[in-house]
């Protein structure tokens, strides 16, 4: 196996860390050269001390100058960037030839559409970039012989549940649909009328998952489903009257692909991204990734159930904006992004995160997008309408 050179879009997060605790234990098969975070220094300056990246990256030059600072005095000699277009940078780097795409939301899309432009492999956990960009980003996979590999767990088990050779015809395949499954979140089964007044502490304690706030709370909204219905589309080329979504408490079950001769297959395993994380870097050989083998005996039962439209509006609103397309995914993805970060601030109750997201798209009819700039746009001035709304809120309340 030859070594592979890469950059960790989004180092210091949760699949950040994951990834390197991954490749902590492959040292002789993966170089790291670029460690890309934002605001939390510390953390990347401990990986910057461990991993010996040729480069950092941070938000601003505030923070570069510190961490260089203090990286410099450590003897290290990495050397430290900043901003946005530094992760552009980083991800298109001759000597780079694997991303992984870990930073979280919208931020991530033009690093990630850059690593695409330049061919590389793309390791994809950002998936608010395809949902926003979905054609566009395809296309600049496909013209620029890029590999884009799943790391979301019901991608990738979908993924490694599709023939090898799948080439996103389902017909020729045999392929009758995709089943996705979905914890159902802290939620799923909490009476609808308290639901407006649960907390982000409580909308973040996922049963099953430790993941940064932002999916937390997509996961308790269901909107994280909505997402991944989306990010399948684009990967699998597969409609959405073929996905469905199966609540599956237990999340051992990472997704299953249903054939036409009645098989269905699946991917299982114990709910630790560094499964996907290690399939998706050594793909197509297989590395240890440090998981605790599955044990089917303790495991006992698994459960399925049908998702309730009701109680998780952002669902029905994830396949409108797929429907409608265009622009209004990036739509839908911007206003979440914020109404969930007005919720993390206490500014809004859990319940209004749908209302929002659904007001925001009845005001902004969908456009085609058929460039990064027309999805960019759509996704300021949902931004915009979006945090218009929740001052309105908090002046009614
Ligand atoms: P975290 O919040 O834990 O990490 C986000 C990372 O992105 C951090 O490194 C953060 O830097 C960086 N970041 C945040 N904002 C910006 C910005 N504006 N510009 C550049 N970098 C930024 O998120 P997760 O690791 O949980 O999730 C990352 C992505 O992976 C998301 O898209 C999520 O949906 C997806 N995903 C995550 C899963 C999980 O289990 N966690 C599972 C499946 C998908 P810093 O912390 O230094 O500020
Ligand atoms: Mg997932």
């Known amino acids: 196996m030859t070594v592979r050179n890469l950059t960790i879009l989004g180092s210091t997060g949760s699949i950040g860390v994951s990834t390197l605790d991954v490749i902590r234990q492959h040292s002789d098969k993966y170089r790291v050269i670029a460690l890309c975070g934002h605001h939390q220094i510390d953390r990347l300056f401990d990986q910057c001390l461990e991993f010996k990246p040729d480069y950092a990256v941070v938000r601003d030059e505030v923070l570069a100058k510190q961490i260089a600072g ?4 450590a003897g290290s000699a990495t050397r430290v960037e900043h901003g946005p277009d530094a992760l552009v940078r980083m991800a298109s780097l001759p000597e780079v030839d694997t991303v992984m795409a870990a930073i979280v939301g919208a931020a991530g899309l033009p690093p990630t559409f850059a690593a695409a432009i330049a061919g590389k492999k793309i390791l994809l956990a950002n998936k608010e ?22 790391i979301d767990s019901e991608h990738n088990a979908i993924f490694q549940s599709l023939p090898f050779d799948y080439t996103g015809n389902l017909e020729k395949s045999g392929i009758s649909g995709i089943l996705l499954t979905a914890s159902g ?16 502490e409580q909308a973040c304690a996922h049963p099953n998952w430790v993941m940064g706030q932002k999916i937390s709370v997509d996961s308790a909204t269901m909107m994280n489903k909505g997402l991944e219905v989306i990010e ?10 073929k996905i469905q979504v199966v609540i599956h408490p237990q999340s051992v079950i990472h997704s299953l692909v249903q054939y036409v001769d009645g098989s269905v297959i699946a991917e ?6 560094r499964t996907p994380i290690a399939h998706a870097l050594a ?13 089917i005996f303790d495991i006992a039962t698994l459960n399925f159930e049908r998702p ?19 622009n209004s995914p990036a739509t839908m993805n911007a206003a979440n992004e914020v109404a969930v970060q007005a919720f993390l601030e206490r500014k809004i109750p859990f319940t209004a995160i749908s209302a929002i ?3 925001v798209m009845n005001v902004l009819p969908p456009k085609t997008a058929d460039s990064l700039d027309e999805i960019l746009a759509a996704d300021s001035l949902a931004r915009e309408v979006a945090s218009g709304l929740i001052t309105e809120l908090q002046a009614d309340e």
Request: glycine share 6%; proline share 10%.
């Open 268 to 273: 299982l395993g114990n709910p630790d991204m």
């Open 185 to 200: 979140g802290p939620f799923r089964s909490r009476a609808l009328a308290d639901l407006a007044n649960v907390t982000p």
């Open 129 to 150: 970039a395809l949902v926003m960009a979905g054609p566009v980003f395809m296309r600049a996979v496909r013209e620029n012989a890029a590999v884009l590999l799943p």
């Open 232 to 241: 399948a589309h684009w990967l699998f080329n597969v409609p959405a009257d």
């Open 70 to 73: 203090r990286l410099l005095a």
């Open 283 to 295: 793909y197509p050989d297989r590395i240890s990734a440090g998981v605790e083998p599955l044990n």
């Open 357 to 359: 997201i659904a007001k």
């Open 308 to 326: 309730d439209f009701e109680r998780f509006p952002c669902l029905g609103l994830a396949y409108r904006a797929l429907r409608e397309a265009g």
